[in-house]
């Protein structure tokens, strides 16, 4: 036999082996770089436990993303604000809001509800227990220490990448990437939902765009969602400084954001 054949087919099993594995990796890549769904998670909004508001805090309170997000200019995450950032402000707001049908009577806010019990400081419970363990309704209340105050709220996570992917918020936003170019107009939603698609494709569209100076802005205007370029002149001035100053991982940069 081992005549017959030439010496290398006995390596031929390594051989095909090699061969499989990179054109399998080749037919992945070539896949996800030009035709990988841009709508993958586009859209996705889940439901919170609490009804927070950012177009109410944002758009119309006009609080600065950093107030809540304190993380996003100096570290990889961006980080969920703790309850006790909330209850600066809401152990003192007022509650109540006018019955439509009765203007005498007022209404707890619904929206306020988790607010107002699960996460105060204290909470009025019934002042006496029945002997079957249940509220005696009639006891009247009393106000006690709410084992709940400040415990960290179960928040539904949006945006998520592979665990292979590196991300880091702080290199973007110093940079004078807006949070708007990869989550779009939050300061105008009530509920956060996936506006673009972090895919692979969306990060090199960007950092391929040396033309349009990788899309960043003055560095103190990144949390102004709104914000435009007041004149020609300033932007092109801009562009310029950017492509002499930022040079963001390209295509062939596999391991900058796959480490
Ligand atoms: C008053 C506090 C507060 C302010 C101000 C605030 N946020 Fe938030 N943000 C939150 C809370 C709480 C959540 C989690 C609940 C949710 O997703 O709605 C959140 C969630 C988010 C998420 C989704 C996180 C995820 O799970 O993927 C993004 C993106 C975000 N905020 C961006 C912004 C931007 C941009 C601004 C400024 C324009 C801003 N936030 C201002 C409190 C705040
Ligand atoms: C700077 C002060 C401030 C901070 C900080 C703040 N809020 Fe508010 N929040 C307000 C005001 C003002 C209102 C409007 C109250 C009203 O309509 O009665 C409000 C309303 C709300 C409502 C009711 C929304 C509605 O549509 O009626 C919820 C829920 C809420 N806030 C949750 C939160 C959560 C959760 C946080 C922390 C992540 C937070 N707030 C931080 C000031 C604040
Ligand atoms: C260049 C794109 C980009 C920019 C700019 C950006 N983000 Fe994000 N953000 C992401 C990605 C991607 C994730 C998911 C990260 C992950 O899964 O590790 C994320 C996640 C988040 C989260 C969820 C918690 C966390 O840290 O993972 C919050 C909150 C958030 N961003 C807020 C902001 C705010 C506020 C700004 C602007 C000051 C901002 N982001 C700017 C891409 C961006
Ligand atoms: C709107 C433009 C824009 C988008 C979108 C964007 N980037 Fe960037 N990226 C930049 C700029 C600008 C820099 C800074 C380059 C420099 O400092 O030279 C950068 C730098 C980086 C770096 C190198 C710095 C570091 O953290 O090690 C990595 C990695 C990176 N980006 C990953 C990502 C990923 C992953 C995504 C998609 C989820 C993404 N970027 C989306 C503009 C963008
Ligand atoms: C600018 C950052 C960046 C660079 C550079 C980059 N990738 Fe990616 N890659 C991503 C992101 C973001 C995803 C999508 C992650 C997700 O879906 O959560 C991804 C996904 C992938 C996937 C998974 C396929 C899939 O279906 O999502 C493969 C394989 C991959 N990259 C290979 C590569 C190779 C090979 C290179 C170099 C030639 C490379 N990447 C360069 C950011 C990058």
Known sequence: MSNIFPKWVDRMREVLAVATIGGFLTVVFVVNTYFSDENLSVGYTPTQPIPFSHELHVGQ?????RYCHTNVERSQHATVPAMSVCMGCHQKIKTD????????????????????TKY????????????????DKNSGTVKVANPDYLKPVPWVR??????????????????????VECHG?????AEVGQQKSLS???????????????????????????????????????????????NPPKDKDCSSCHR
């Open 185 to 189: 107009r939050v300061d105008q939603m």
């Open 97 to 116: 809001i006018t019955d439509p049908d009765d203007k005498q009577k007022k209404l707890v806010n619904p929206k306020l509800a988790a607010l107002l």
């Open 61 to 65: 309170l006009n609080l600065d993303c």
């Open 200 to 246: 692979m494709k969306f990060c090199l569209d960007c950092h391929r765009d040396s033309t349009n100076g990788f899309n960043t802005r003055p560095a103190d205007k990144v949390t102004d969602l709104a914000w435009t370029w007041p004149n020609d002149a300033a932007k092109a001035a801009h562009i310029l400084e950017s492509q002499k100053k930022l």
């Open 158 to 179: 949006v945006h998520k990448l592979a665990d292979y992917v590196y991300f880091n918020h702080a290199v973007h936003v110093k940079q004078g990437v807006s949070c």
């Open 120 to 135: 105060q400081a204290e909470i009025e419970v019934p002042a006496k227990i029945n002997p079957d363990n249940s509220p």
